[in-house]
């Protein structure tokens, strides 16, 4: 009797390890998901930036002095971006326009308050395609140390396209963003409007009316 009792359990064991054995499987790492790349820091511009002229009225084509501004133009000399505290040159196209005779007789150009400019000349020679001739070139303060007035006549012809680059020497004040130049263009008041186009900003210094 005991024999056959351990024959029935050698058959069991025999049983038991003939049976599968389950294994818990180790928990599936899930896939990655793909991260989107992370895009550079686009660097702030420390450029000098102008603002647009007003266009003329639609269907007129150029009247007076519309089409008249002052763009930033690193091409002819200065520096390309300021550095906050260093004395640096900047250079600007003063391009005027005229369908109707009419005169330029200053242009203002105003940096921001926290700027010093130490000196202003003219780069280059001034030309106009149409003819006109030009006067002597002075600049004063409007407003000490960062509003200039240029005094430079255009005397433009009946139709005339002129251009002068100032250069204007400088000490920028705290960084920020964009440090904008305001500017505005004072006509003689002949033939159509408008006779005193300035910057998008609506620069308009003391004592003169846009």
């Given amino acids: ?13 025999l049983i038991v390890s003939m049976l599968p054995v389950t294994v818990a499987a180790a928990p599936v790492e899930p896939e990655a998901t793909p991260q989107a790349a992370v895009p550079e820091k686009v660097p702030v511009s420390v450029a000098p930036t102008t603002g647009v002229a007003p266009n003329a009225p639609a269907g007129n084509g150029v009247q007076s002095l ?32 005229t369908v109707d ?10 940096f921001p308050t926290d700027w010093t400019v130490t000196n202003a000349y003219v780069q280059g020679t001034p030309a106009c395609t149409g003819g006109g001739t030009w006067g002597t070139f002075t600049w004063s303060f409007q407003t ?21 680059y100032y250069c204007f020497e ?23 409007t408008p006779h005193w186009p ?10 003169q009316s846009a």
């Fill in 1 to 13: 009797m005991k024999s056959k009792f351990w024959h029935i359990m050698v058959f069991l064991a």
């Fill in 66 to 97: 519309s089409g008249s501004t002052v763009t930033f133009a690193p091409s002819v000399g200065g520096d390309v971006c300021y550095i906050p505290g260093a004395t640096q040159t900047f250079c600007f196209n003063a391009h005027s326009l």
């Fill in 101 to 110: 005779w009419e005169y330029v007789y200053n242009v203002w150009v105003k």
């Fill in 144 to 164: 000490a140390p960062y509003e200039v007035n240029i005094s430079h006549g255009r005397y433009q012809s009946t139709t005339d396209d002129c251009t002068a």
């Fill in 170 to 192: 400088v000490v920028a004040g705290a960084p920020q963003p964009f440090a904008a130049e305001s500017w505005f263009w004072d006509g003689d008041g002949w033939g159509a």
């Fill in 198 to 207: 300035c910057s998008s900003d609506c620069y308009t210094p003391a004592g």
